[in-house]
């Protein structure tokens, strides 16, 4: 059968209450009201499977824990179950003082009389009565008059007054009483009054103390007629009923028409005191009115509820467990999906209103005033609920910048510039449409470490940097009277290219230019930097910072920069602000170079091949991990020119190693045995910071006993050294760094002397290398290898004369 064209014909709207003078709109709801939580009723929470005992017992708890005083926990007459359900509850002592336990009976003496044998005992009790007042109820189901309805109400109300009297005297127990019209809202008004006044008299003890009120419980059993209506009514009850202050007025909406909500709020400003529901609008077919939503609503105007669903989840889990019924995905303040927003231009709202709120918040905390919650799209801070910010922002095809951003900030602490934000979302559009599904956080952080190179060995590019050195001083390549050189920056570095140790050096106008001048001249790598920027991470010690670059095709002036389609972002983060920036152009030029072939290293070296100092420098780290000094690396390609000069050309890679390892008498017996280190101790002279070092050094080939002072262990074994050689020594440079990780870690140092002997006649520098597990011994021992060098050098430079 269709619908009808005209409803009418079968519908009868409700009869609206003539209330001209009603008070209730210009009302506002300054306090909770007292709560009533009627999930535990039998028969109302109208489950295909009732709860068990057990779900019973736990749902209890929840309640308890989340402040209700008031809970009606049981239709005892109507099973076994329930009854003992109660009993179990006071028995076994489960009811808090400050709680009272209310159950409910219709006007029938046998069921009565159950009902107060199952509350026997209890400290504090509501019995809670209700026959059907309206007129259809009247007709249809008990066949009764008015009268015959009031009679029916009145004599149980006695029988109650009469049972319960008896039943304090003999337990103690203390009781007070509840009387609901049923279909309240569909009872003539006047009727509704009557028999409440007539119910009020046979109670006989109505007083104004929270104890002794009789509490009136208006239902709107079917919810049929929209909230005003509701409200109507209830002011028009609360203002006409004898006796005002001896009564609280109860609230039970149901939400037959979606609306439970609103009319119990509006019913709260109409006069009411107190609101029975479920929570999350559990209840006989659309439900009773949520509690949750309606403590949650007060809770947002700035009224505390006197409810607490701080773990919002736990009350979530207990209830849906026991009715097994779920929590829609949309439902207010608990439903899975209504802190998330999932589209472009609501995530970027949210991340633009937690930026400022994080701004107004620390201006208030400086004011000593309110944190006040003002938040686009979230009108409360689920943080409050227990929940976090994680499901706040999801993303899927129809994501913006802003909310993949914020996922970035949240869950990786990078704030990513907004042209970067830009590129990175184009990335996730592309991932997410072409999968047609919801991407994860872990999608989302997966493809930002694969995009730009990010976070760990797993995600490294061809090129990662393994260290670096930034200074100031000009490079021996430029004039060194140009005095914009001063201000240029040199990178000295070593960068891993597709696993292959390299040794690159630039120079710019910082450390990122030189960097990228690094890579130009010895990767052919062109690129120039167009955006650049950096933020901390952390606090205090643990202080990092991210740096963004934009990197584009190599560009002669700032013009060809600006106009540059192409463009490639990278993200660098380390302690150090260089180290990040480094790392950053690094993140950049992997995406630029993609799987783009790269010059190799060249294997073979000579005087006439065009192997620069650095690729042999990026040789001896390869095979024997020496990261060495510039000034070294400069002294070796001398020694490597000299000797392929020597020989006539050209230079096998395993000679140079060969001559590395002689000239500076690494990992090689010196064959002089003239200079070596055989014991040595160390002691701190007093406060002064002084060092005193004795030992026995071979000096000359001779076993010498030496002592020696000075500021570290170094200066101390020059001095001890210059008491036994002709001349003196003086250092000019010391370095050093490790070699592998963890207990293999070893030590290696690097020694360059400079050597005045015949009163300066004689004068030379010279380096000397030595690797230990002990970093001590490995500065000593590159002291003394040093000292051979010399010793040679000078033995040459004197047979030359
Ligand atoms: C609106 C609500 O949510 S009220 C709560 C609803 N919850 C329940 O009903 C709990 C579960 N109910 C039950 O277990 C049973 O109904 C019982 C045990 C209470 C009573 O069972 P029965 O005696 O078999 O009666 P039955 O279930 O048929 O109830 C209908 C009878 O109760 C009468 N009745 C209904 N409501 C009331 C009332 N508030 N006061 C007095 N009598 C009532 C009806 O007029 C009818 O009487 P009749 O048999 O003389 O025509
Ligand atoms: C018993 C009454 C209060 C009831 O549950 C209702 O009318 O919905």
């Known amino acids: ?51 068990t005992v ?118 103690g127990t203390k009781f007070r009483y509840e009387y609901s019209p049923e279909t309240f ?48 009514l209830v002011e028009h009850f609360s203002r006409n009923i004898s006796e005002r202050e001896k009564i609280y007025i109860s609230l039970h909406p149901h939400n037959d028409r979606g609306q439970s909500i609103a009319a119990a709020e509006l019913a709260m400003l109409a006069g009411a005191d107190r609101v029975e529901g479920c929570l999350f609008g559990n209840g006989e077919r659309t439900g009773n009115v949520d509690l949750v939503n309606l403590a949650l609503n007060l809770y947002t105007q700035g009224v505390s509820p006197k409810l607490d669903f701080s773990d919002i989840q736990a009350v979530i889990d207990v209830v849906t467990q026991c009715n097994d019924l779920p929590v829609h995905p949309r439902h207010p303040y608990a439903g899975e999906l209504v802190f998330t927003a999932f589209s472009g231009s609501h995530q970027d709202a949210v991340k633009k209103g937690f930026e400022h709120q994080r701004a107004r918040w620390a201006e208030s905390e400086r004011k000593g005033e309110p944190k006040y919650w003002h938040m686009p799209y979230l009108p409360i801070d689920p943080a409050d609920l227990g929940c976090n910010y994680e499901a706040v922002i999801r993303v ?27 590129s990175f979302y184009n990335v996730i559009q592309e991932i997410a449409d072409r999968e047609a599904r919801e991407m994860t956080i872990e999608d989302i952080t997966t493809a930002f470490r694969k995009t730009y190179h990010y976070g760990g060995s797993t995600y490294e590019g061809r090129l990662v940097l393994k260290s670096f050195k930034i200074s100031a001083e000009s490079s021996p390549d430029l004039p060194t009277d140009d ?121 073979s070296v000579g005087y006439s091949a065009k192997t620069g100092q650095a690729d042999i420098a990026s040789l001896v780290l390869n095979e024997l991990h020496l990261e060495l000094p510039r000034r070294l690396q400069a002294s070796f390609f001398e020694v490597v020119q000299r000797a392929a000069r020597e020989t006539g050309g050209q230079m096998a890679y395993s000679d140079l190693i060969q001559l590395f390892r002689d000239t500076y008498v690494y990992e090689v017996p010196d064959k002089t045995g003239r200079f070596s280190v055989q014991s040595f101790k160390m002691e701190n002279l007093g406060e002064s910071g002084h060092k005193e070092l004795m030992g026995e050094f071979v000096i000359n080939g001779k076993l010498t006993k ?6 570290g262990l170094l200066t101390a074994a020059i001095a001890a050294l210059n008491e036994h050689i002709d001349g003196k020594v003086s250092i000019r440079e010391y370095a050093e760094h490790s070699i592998g990780e963890g207990s293999e870690v070893k030590a290696a140092s690097y020694v360059e002397l400079a050597y005045e002997a ?24 590159a002291l003394l290898n040093t000292m051979s060098r010399v010793d040679y050098l000078h033995s040459e430079l004197t047979q030359k004369k």
Request: hydrophobic share 40%; aromatic share 6%; charged share 25%.
């Open 758 to 781: 015949d009163g300066g006649a004689i004068k030379l520098n010279a380096w000397g290398i030595a690797k230990d597990t002990d970093i001590t011994a490995s500065g000593l021992k």
């Open 185 to 232: 809202t569909q009872t003539e008004p006047a009727f509704a009054l009557e028999i409440c006044e007539a119910v009020k008299k046979a109670w006989g003890r109505a007083g104004t103390a929270y104890e002794d009120r009789i509490i009136f419980n208006l239902p709107a059993t079917v919810e049929i007629g929209p909230p005003n209506h509701y409200a109507d």
């Open 54 to 171: 057990t779900q019973k017992t736990i749902f209890y708890d929840t309640l308890v824990k989340c402040g209700f005083k008031e809970i009606e926990i049981a239709y005892p007459a109507a099973s076994d179950t329930d009854f003992n359900f109660v009993r179990g509850l006071i028995d076994n002592g489960k009811v808090p003082d400050d709680v009272w336990i209310q159950v409910l009976t219709p006007a029938r003496e046998d069921l009565i009389r159950r009902t107060i044998d199952s509350v026997a005992g209890a400290k504090h009790v509501i019995i809670h009565m209700y026959n059907a007042t309206s007129c259809l109820f009247r007709e249809v189901v008990f066949r009764a008059s008015q009268a015959e309805t009031l009679a029916l109400a009145v004599k149980h109300t006695e029988l109650i007054r009469k049972l319960t009297d008896e039943c304090t005297q003999k337990h």
């Open 706 to 711: 030496v002592v020696g002072r000075g500021n």
């Open 483 to 603: 005095e914009a050189a001063d201000e240029r920056r040199q990178f000295d570095g070593t960068v891993s290219v597709d696993g292959v140790l390299r040794v690159i050096r630039g120079d710019g106008n910082g450390p990122l230019s030189a960097l990228l001048d690094a890579l130009r001249s010895h990767l052919d790598i062109d690129l120039s930097l167009r955006e650049y920027s950096e933020h901390a991470i952390g606090h205090g010690q643990d202080t990092k910072a991210a740096s963004y670059v934009e990197l584009v095709p190599l560009a002669r002036d700032i013009k060809e920069i600006r106009k540059s389609t192409e463009s490639w972002w990278g993200i660098g983060v380390d302690p150090d602000i260089a180290g990040s920036g480094l790392r950053a152009v690094l993140s950049a030029v992997n995406s630029a170079i993609g799987d783009r072939a790269l010059p190799e290293l060249k294997l």
């Open 396 to 422: 899927n095809a129809q994501s913006g910048k802003g909310g993949i951003a914020y996922l970035v900030q949240q869950h990786l602490g990078l704030d990513m510039p907004r042209k970067m934000q830009i």
């Open 1 to 51: 059968m269709p619908m009808l064209a005209d409803p009418s014909q079968k519908y009868k709207p409700y009869t609206p209450l003539s209330l001209p003078d009603r008070q209730w709109p210009s009302k506002v709801q300054k306090s909770p009201p007292i709560w009533l939580s009627t999930d535990l009723r039998d028969g109302n929470q109208a489950l295909a499977n009732p709860m």
